[in-house]
């Protein structure tokens, strides 16, 4: 059976754009000609409002939701929903997800559950993507995420803090090496830059000199109209209607460059596992 390439995206550090980045990289990769499947992991809803619009959780009216799945070991199958771009599909996610952390805790294999809830949904081989968007945290749910995937890559904002908190989310996924041997890095990318921002410049620079080719050449830069985009689910395509629109250049390069990343990183032969000097470069980020 076919199995699509299945990416995380994380940062503990809020507001990095993670959800952003989900959406618009999926809508994307879907433009030319990928089939991709989103997943909302948090339960702040923002991937799902954004694309389909929120979903009002009623316990007796929903028939099944992820946090059912997840508890019950199921297939997502019947979670997949079409979203307004063709090609592109979403598992929405309901408030009840919420108590998924604490569920989490007791469950045998805990870690491994989402991706047991992968292989058992059929219509996975449909997809040549799937990306997961993630709350931002280091808990149960990220980790989850991970064990289920073949990279991660992490949206950082182009400032001080969120930079130097790469280091202790290189440290956290660097833990991880024995319960996912095979993840790899993708990369990090820059995200609300704005070139007349010497800070922005001077992050990037820090991050260039560190993360080398981990850091991604694509960078996201700081745009109104992505803040609009969502209120009316529309992707950042759709809602800048132009070729020249900022958020829809940054995005088809972002997809141009993840797609030979992707490429590149499948021609290794060895998995990269995670190392968290080498793919970090922490103490560097940290004193730099
Ligand atoms: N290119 C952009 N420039 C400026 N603001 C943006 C851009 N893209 C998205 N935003 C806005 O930035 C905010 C944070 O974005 P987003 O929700 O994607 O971050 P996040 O990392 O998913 O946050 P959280 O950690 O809460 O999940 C949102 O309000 C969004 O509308
Ligand atoms: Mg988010």
Same mark, same amino acid.
């Given at each position: 059976m076919k199995k699509p390439i299945i990416v995380t995206l994380v940062n503990h550090k &809020?507001?990095?754009?993670?959800?952003?980045?989900?959406?618009?990289?999926?809508?994307?990769?879907?433009r030319v000609g990928k089939k991709v499947l989103v997943v909302?992991?948090?339960?702040?809803?923002?991937?799902?409002?954004?694309?389909? &619009?929120?979903?009002?959780?009623?316990p007796e009216e929903e028939p099944f939701t992820l946090y059912e799945a997840l508890m019950e070991e199921a297939?997502?199958?019947d979670l997949i929903t =079409?979203? %307004? *771009?063709?090609?592109?599909?979403?598992?929405?996610?309901?408030?009840?997800?919420? %108590?998924t952390e604490i569920s989490l805790v007791s469950a045998t294999g805990r870690e491994g559950i989402l991706k047991l809830c992968l292989e058992r949904t059929t219509r996975l081989a449909e997809y040549d993507f799937v990306l997961f968007?993630?709350?931002?945290?280091? %808990?149960?749910?990220?980790? +989850?995420?991970?064990?289920?995937?073949?990279?991660f890559m992490v949206p950082c904002s182009a400032e001080y803090l969120p930079m130097v908190g790469l280091t202790l989310l290189g440290t956290s996924i660097g833990k991880m090496q024995?319960?996912? =041997?095979?993840l790899q890095v993708l990369g990090v990318v820059l995200t609300n830059y704005s070139h007349r921002e010497s800070i922005c410049r001077k992050t990037e620079n820090i991050l260039r000199d560190q993360?080398?080719?981990?850091?991604?050449?694509?960078?996201?830069?700081?745009?109104?109209k992505a803040k609009s985009a969502p209120s009316v689910q529309k992707t950042i395509f759709d809602f800048e209607n132009s070729?020249? &629109?900022?958020? *829809? $250049?940054?995005?088809?390069?972002?997809? !141009?460059?993840?797609?030979?990343?992707?490429?590149?990183?499948? $021609?290794?032969?060895?998995?990269?596992?995670?190392?968290?000097?080498?793919?970090?470069?922490? !103490? $560097?980020?940290? +004193? &730099?």
């Open positions: &809020g507001g990095c754009l993670k959800t952003s980045v989900t959406a618009s990289l999926g809508a994307a990769l879907a909302d992991l948090d339960a702040q809803q923002n991937l799902t409002s954004s694309l389909i &619009g929120p979903i009002a959780y009623d297939g997502l199958d =079409p979203t %307004g *771009t063709r090609g592109l599909d979403i598992i929405p996610v309901t408030e009840d997800f919420a %108590g968007d993630n709350p931002p945290s280091i %808990g149960l749910v990220v980790m +989850n995420s991970l064990v289920a995937s073949d990279y024995k319960l996912a =041997p095979s993360l080398g080719e981990n850091l991604f050449n694509t960078r996201v830069r700081v745009n109104t070729a020249q &629109g900022r958020g *829809t $250049q940054d995005y088809s390069k972002l997809a !141009e460059e993840f797609l030979e990343r992707v490429e590149a990183k499948g $021609q290794t032969t060895m998995p990269n596992a995670v190392s968290q000097e080498e793919d970090f470069g922490q !103490e $560097q980020v940290a +004193n &730099g």
